[in-house]
Nanobody
Framework: HVQLVESGGGSVQAGGSLRLSCVDS????????MGWFRQAPGKEREGVAA????????NYADSVEGRFTISSDKDKNTVYLQMNDLKPEDTAMYYC???????????????????WGQGTQVTVS
C-alpha cells in the first residue's frame, strides 16, 4: 500500500528556497493524484499544489502560484515541491498526500486524498 515519507524541510530566510521531497516507499505505482498541503499554527490545513500523475496536469494555490513548482520522478517514485522566494507566511508543516482514485473532488480538498505523510516543517524568517 501507499506509504508517504516527506523530507527537505528546514529553516530559511525570506527570499530563499527549499525543495521538499515525498517518497512513496510502498512503490505501489497506482497513485493518480499527488498533493502538497500545509498547516500553520492555529490555521486549517490548506492545499498548496497537486499533480495528476497520468496527464501531468498541476494545480496551485493562488498564494504560491509562480513561486512553487510540483514535479515528479516516476523512476524514484518521488514527488517534489520546489519552493522559491519563500515568505514568512509560508511557514507551516507541509504534508504530502496521495490518492489512488481517478475522481473524488477538488484537488485542494483533504477528502480527495487517501494517504498522508507525517509532515516536514518549513520555517521562513
Amino acid at each position: 500500500h501507499v506509504q508517504l515519507v516527506e523530507s527537505g524541510g528546514g529553516s530559511v530566510q525570506a527570499g530563499g528556497s527549499l525543495r521538499l521531497s515525498c517518497v512513496d516507499s510502498g512503490y505501489t505505482h497506482s497513485v493518480n493524484l499527488m498533493g502538497w498541503f500545509r498547516q500553520a499554527p492555529g490555521k486549517e490545513r490548506e492545499g498548496v499544489a497537486a499533480l495528476y500523475t497520468g496527464g501531468g496536469t498541476s494545480n496551485y494555490a493562488d498564494s504560491v502560484e509562480g513561486r512553487f513548482t510540483i514535479s515528479s520522478d516516476k523512476d524514484k517514485n518521488t514527488v517534489y515541491l520546489q519552493m522559491n522566494d519563500l515568505k514568512p507566511e509560508d511557514t507551516a508543516m507541509y504534508y504530502c498526500a496521495a490518492s489512488q482514485r481517478l475522481y473524488g473532488g477538488w484537488w485542494y480538498r483533504e477528502s480527495r486524498y487517501d494517504y498522508w505523510g507525517q509532515g516536514t516543517q518549513v520555517t521562513v524568517s
